[in-house]
């Protein structure tokens, strides 16, 4: 893994006018390229928040946070454009345009982003590229209303990845699907993760979206998604994140996690299948 630390926060705190409790209270954590790091926490905890302020869609109140290396703490509307093109998030409501084609909602950020240079003749060629590597590829010409939850996951998974970005966030991408869905929609996120040696922070509530991630591998050879040796589990970087009102109040391996014995923590562990 290339020591490369993609995103970092340093005692970022952030609190919204008329609340009494802070959202999000001191947290720090450095993410490194290649690493993924999966993260819990109830409702209401502080996960979207976090994702929202690394991408410089909210502010923090105090603390720094910076991205590939750039404070980006300051950063003003517009520089934060170019930083943007390099990150990729997945939203939690899957904020798909309903009047857009597929094809236009997935190529979105190709031409919204003028720092990510990619010719126009181009563009339409990525799009299928992207749609394909979700499984997608005859939906170009459909509209996300006649598509269902679990499609518009896949295509809203098109969309962030579609500029190759070095870092992907995904809120949720599991929510509301069946477990065979589910499944197949974290197979995609590692075989992006270990293709593009990105780093991956995933919001979840489902313990087995962890496990996978912490114990799955992408082969290219077969184009599989199968459970590692343990020696190639070293290699997957998978860290665990528990959050609870604003505080991470866990950082450690799947292992550390499952031997947690504080109730709040281990919440997340028993839901295990
Ligand atoms: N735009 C906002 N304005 C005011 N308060 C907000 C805003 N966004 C989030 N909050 C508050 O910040 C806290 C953390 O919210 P956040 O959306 O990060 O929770 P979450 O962990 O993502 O929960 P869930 O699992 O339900 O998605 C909550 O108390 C929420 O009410
Ligand atoms: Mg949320």
């Known amino acids: 893994m290339a020591d490369e630390c993609i995103l970092r926060f340093e005692n970022v705190s952030m609190h919204f006018d008329g609340d009494d409790a802070p959202a999000l209270d001191r947290v720090s954590f ?5 690493e993924t790091i999966v993260l819990f926490g109830a409702a209401g905890a502080g996960k979207t928040v976090l994702l929202k302020l690394a991408v410089g869609l909210l502010r923090p109140v105090s603390g720094r946070i910076l991205l590939f290396g750039r404070d980006v703490t300051e950063l003003r509307e517009q520089e ?3 930083m943007r093109a390099r990150a990729g998030i997945l939203f939690q409501e899957g904020g798909l345009f309903d009047s857009m084609t597929i094809e236009e909602n997935v190529s979105y950020p190709m031409l919204n982003q003028k720092l990510v240079e990619i010719a126009p003749e181009e563009v339409h060629r990525r799009v299928e590229e992207v749609l394909q590597f ?3 590829p005859q939906t170009m010409d459909k509209f996300p209303s006649e598509l269902s939850g679990g ?8 969309r962030a990845t579609v500029t190759h970005p070095k870092l992907l966030m995904y809120d949720s991408p599991t929510a509301g699907l069946d477990p065979i869905t589910a499944n197949r929609i974290i197979a995609l996120l590692i075989k992006e993760r270990e293709l593009r040696n990105t780093a991956s922070m995933i919001v979840t509530h489902r313990f087995q979206d962890g496990h ?3 114990t799955f591998r992408y082969n290219p050879q077969t184009d599989k998604v199968l459970e590692a040796s343990p020696e190639q589990r070293e290699k997957l970087h998978t860290r665990f994140f528990v959050m609870k009102d604003g505080r991470l109040v866990f ?3 799947e292992e550390e996690l499952d031997k947690s014995t504080d109730p709040y923590i281990s919440k ?5 299948v």
């Open 30 to 34: 450095n993410l490194m390229a290649g």
């Open 251 to 253: 950082e450690g391996t």
């Open 212 to 214: 996978m991630l912490a």
């Open 80 to 82: 934060w454009y170019a």
């Open 268 to 272: 997340f562990t028993m839901q295990r």
């Open 134 to 136: 979700v499984g997608l």
């Open 151 to 158: 499609m518009r996951r896949r295509v809203g998974i098109a």
